[in-house]
C-alpha cells in the first residue's frame, strides 16, 4: 500500500509540473524581404594546404552582393585569436563585389581548421567560412662549429721571433 500511494504521489506531481509550463510567446518570423541583399561567395573554404613556418597567413574570400539592396556586413569573427579577419565598412552595392581577408598566425605548427563567421543584413544574415592546412615544423636551428673565443691570443713564428 505504501509503494502505491508514493507511486501515486510521485505520478501527480510529475502532471501538475508538465502543466504548469509558461504559455509559449512564440511570434512568427517576419516575412522575407524579396529584395534583400545576398552575399555568394566564391569559395566558402580556403585550403592554404602545406605551408612554411611563418609564412604568409593572409587570404582573401571573394564574395558579391546578388540581391537588390545595398550589404552591410556588421561584423566577422575568427574562432580563435590566431585567425583575424577583417570585412568592408562601407556597403556593398547590388551587383558589386568585395572581399574578406583573413590572417592565419603560422607560428603554430601543425593541422589546423578555423572558421570566420560573418554577420550581415542578407537574407541569410549568419555565414561560416572555413580555413584550414597544415603548417611545417619550425625548421631546426643551424648547429655549426662552437664559436672561438676572439679574446684568445695565438702566436705565431715571425721571422723576427726565429
Excluded at 82 to 89: A, F, K, R
Excluded at 97 to 119: E, L, M, W
Excluded at 140 to 160: H, I, K, M
Amino acid at each position: 500500500m505504501k509503494k502505491s500511494l508514493i507511486a501515486t504521489g510521485l505520478f501527480l506531481g510529475s502532471a501538475l509540473f508538465a502543466f504548469a509550463q509558461e504559455p509559449s510567446t512564440y511570434a512568427p518570423a517576419a516575412p522575407e524581404n524579396p529584395n534583400a541583399p545576398e552575399i555568394v561567395f566564391e569559395s566558402e573554404v580556403i585550403d592554404y594546404g602545406t605551408i612554411e613556418y611563418r609564412a604568409n597567413g593572409e587570404r582573401e574570400f571573394k564574395f558579391k552582393n546578388t540581391g537588390k539592396e545595398p550589404l552591410i556586413i556588421t561584423s566577422a569573427k575568427g574562432s580563435c585569436g590566431c585567425t583575424v579577419p577583417s570585412h568592408p565598412t562601407e556597403p556593398i552595392a547590388p551587383g558589386a563585389s568585395g572581399v574578406i581577408k583573413v590572417k592565419y598566425a603560422t607560428d603554430r605548427q601543425g593541422p589546423f581548421s578555423k572558421t570566420v563567421t560573418i554577420t550581415s543584413n542578407a537574407k541569410t544574415a549568419t555565414k561560416v567560412l572555413k580555413i584550414k592546412g597544415t603548417v611545417k615544423q619550425k625548421p631546426e636551428e643551424p648547429s655549426g662549429t662552437p664559436l672561438q673565443n676572439s679574446n684568445t691570443f695565438t702566436p705565431t713564428a715571425s721571422p723576427d721571433n726565429e
